[in-house]
């Protein structure tokens, strides 16, 4: 099993859509979690942190449910431009706790 | 402040033949951190370093050696190119694992093809 799972998609959305990404991570003693997007043929940048207690920053919301050790990405009214892909990560405690487990990413299309 | 930079953006060798990527912060970032990207695979950890003279192994370092001698250089060398090592890669720095330093900034990557 993958440290940290993702559907590939590609998410092909029209403009104006609500969408969710879902992601699954294997270790539970975890400490952090992020979302990076990654433009075609550019550097991943942090989108968001995730925080226990579910946190929003505009239209962008992510929550975290560590019994079931899953994080999600919920966009609302989809734009062009956030056509990208969107990857999930995880910081575990290995590595002196520097270690950042990346997932293989989600893509999203916003369509017009 | 130009934040993380690699250099070369592309980069075509021979099997057997050897190089450096260079990356240069200049946050006076501690953490720095080599990745690889290949399709299907996402992000791979292949070296990292927690301070200049501190470096350690990730989970794909064989042919690739490291150094830090200053917080602001982290050099990735390719010792005997192969065909598998055609990849992107990406060099990252961190602040630290407290509260607010956790983002991590990346390069804007490195193309190699090994023929």
């Known amino acids: 099993r993958k440290e940290v799972e993702q559907d590939p998609g590609p998410f092909n959305v029209p403009e104006g859509a609500t969408v969710a990404f879902n992601c699954t991570y294997s270790?539970?003693?975890?400490?952090?979690f992020f979302w990076y997007r990654q433009d075609c043929r550019k550097e991943p940048k942090l989108l968001m942190s995730?925080?226990?207690s579910g946190n929003e920053d505009g239209r962008f919301t992510a929550q975290l449910n560590r019994a079931s050790q899953y994080i999600s990405l919920l966009i609302r009214d989809s734009k062009l431009s956030d056509s990208a892909t969107y990857l999930c990560?995880?910081?575990?405690?290995?590595?002196?706790?520097?270690?950042?487990?990346f997932g293989t990413g989600t893509q999203l299309k916003v369509e017009l | 402040n130009a934040g993380v930079t690699q250099t070369p953006k592309f980069q075509v060798l021979k099997t057997g033949q050897s190089m450096t990527l260079q990356c240069a912060q200049d946050?006076?970032?501690?953490?720095m951190s080599w990745y690889r990207q290949d399709p299907g695979m996402g992000l791979r950890l292949i070296h990292y370093?927690?301070?200049?003279?501190?470096?350690d192994q990730g989970e794909v370092p064989n042919g690739y050696n490291v150094s830090r001698s200053t917080t602001e250089d982290f050099p990735l060398r390719l010792l005997s190119a192969a065909p598998s090592q055609t990849s992107v890669y990406f060099c990252?720095?961190?602040?630290?694992?407290?509260?607010?330093?956790?983002?991590?900034?990346f390069g804007p990557g490195t193309r190699l093809l090994v023929l």
């Open positions: 990252a720095s961190r602040t630290g694992t407290g509260a607010n330093q956790e983002t991590q900034y």
């Open positions: 270790n539970s003693a975890s400490q952090s």
């Open positions: 995730v925080y226990s």
């Open positions: 990560v995880v910081r575990g405690l290995t590595g002196g706790g520097n270690k950042l487990t």
């Open positions: 946050m006076n970032h501690e953490y």
């Open positions: 370093s927690v301070g200049a003279g501190i470096t």
